[in-house]
Structure formats: structure tokens, C-alpha cells
């Protein structure tokens, strides 16, 4: 079975679960993009668009994230994007940890597919649960995207190793345009490294 149909079966298992916030979600949000990619893009949650759609990143953000790619010489063909949840909160409120802790298995097996050669943390929820150790408990002990932004650190999970590179969520550049020219240098950092061979 190819990683496509791998990630299809999964999308299914998914959608027959029972877990926290998709009674009062209209969709489940799983992921988008080609299985046979070398970057990934985790966000924190979907949005009220995505919610509708069923789709991560299809509001203002993801076409902020499409011109942001593009700059770089990407587009949303040449990633695989995903949330931490799968399920949008009630009025886009933080996600808890007993969210988080039911939600991700399902990211980490969406990351176990895939095998990207680096993975790009979109906002706060999801650099840390990065480098929490991919471990939702240990979460609040981690430094904020503010602090972290930018830096590549190398990491290795249940076998697999991959570049994190965190990175402001696009969201946070709708309302705050000073963020751009961080995220552009944040950007040429990624382009770099998915430049270079495997680890």
C-alpha cells in the first residue's frame, strides 16, 4: 500500500472515532497535500473556513501561508499540511491538553506516513508539542514561538529523524505586518534546508 492510500485509510479510521470537540464540528480537518512530500507543515487547530470545508488551512491564513511559500520558490503542492487537532474548537478558544493528548496520536501517525525530512511548526501549540518530545504533558515547560523561531534543531522519534524549523503561524502575520520579515529570513532558513540531502 502506497502512503497515500495509507494516509486515506487512516483519514477514515479518524472519522470513525470518538473524540473531544467533534460533536460540535461540522467536519473533520485531517490534512492536505501530497504523501510524498520532504516538508511538512503542523498548525495548531481549524479555523471556522476549514471547519465548513474540511480542509486545514483554506481561510485567510492559508492564503497568506500560499503566498508565503511562494516566495520561496513552494506552493501548497509541495507540502503536506495538517492541525495538531482535527476538530475545530467551539469560537476558535486554545485547546486543552486532554484535547491535545486525544488528537495527536492521529498527527503522529499522519508523520510516521509521510517521513518529511523537515518539519515546520506553525504558532505556539504546535512548536511545543514538537519540542515537548511529540508529549502534550510536557508542553507548558516549553519556550514560546517568539523565542524559538527560526532555529532548526534536529530531532529523532520512534525512529525517525526529521528537521524542526518553528515558524509564526500565518495567522499571527494578518495581524501584525511587522511579522512578515521575520517570517520571510524564517523562510529562506527552510528553503535551505530542503535543499540539502536526507539525514
Given at each position: 500500500?502506497?502512503?497515500?492510500e495509507?494516509?486515506?485509510e487512516?483519514?477514515e ?12 464540528a461540522?467536519?473533520l ?8 512530500v ?8 481549524p ?5 465548513i470545508q474540511g ?13 508565503l ?27 486543552s ?17 509521510i ?26 515547560k516549553?519556550?514560546?514561538i ?10 529523532e ?7 524542526l524549523i518553528?515558524?509564526f503561524h ?9 511579522l ?14 530542503i535543499?540539502?540531502?536526507?539525514l
Amino acid at each position: 500500500m502506497g502512503k497515500s492510500e495509507m494516509l486515506k485509510e487512516l483519514e477514515e479510521e479518524c472519522r470513525k472515532a470518538d473524540m473531544p470537540l467533534k460533536e460540535g464540528a461540522t467536519n473533520l480537518v485531517f490534512g492536505k497535500g501530497k504523501a510524498d512530500v520532504e516538508i511538512v507543515f503542523i498548525g495548531e487547530a481549524p479555523g471556522h473556513n476549514e471547519d465548513i470545508q474540511g480542509m486545514p488551512f483554506v481561510g485567510t491564513a492559508g492564503k497568506n501561508l500560499d503566498k508565503l511559500l511562494h516566495k520561496v520558490g513552494l506552493s501548497l503542492d509541495d507540502v503536506y499540511i495538517a492541525n495538531i487537532l482535527k476538530y475545530r474548537p467551539p469560537q476558535n478558544r486554545n485547546p486543552s491538553t486532554e484535547e491535545i493528548k486525544v488528537h495527536t496520536p492521529w498527527l503522529i501517525e499522519q508523520i510516521k506516513i509521510i517521513r518529511p525530512r523537515v518539519v515546520c511548526s506553525l504558532g505556539n501549540y504546535a512548536t511545543k508539542f514538537f519540542l515537548a518530545g511529540l508529549n502534550p504533558e510536557n508542553m507548558d515547560k516549553q519556550p514560546g514561538i517568539t523565542q524559538v523561531r527560526g532555529k532548526v534543531r534536529e530531532l529523532e522519534f520512534d525512529g525517525m529523524k526529521f528537521k524542526l524549523i518553528p515558524l509564526f503561524h500565518p495567522a499571527a502575520i494578518i495581524y501584525n505586518r511587522k511579522l512578515i520579515e521575520e517570517w520571510d529570513k524564517d523562510m529562506e532558513i527552510v528553503k535551505k534546508e530542503i535543499a540539502q540531502k536526507r539525514l
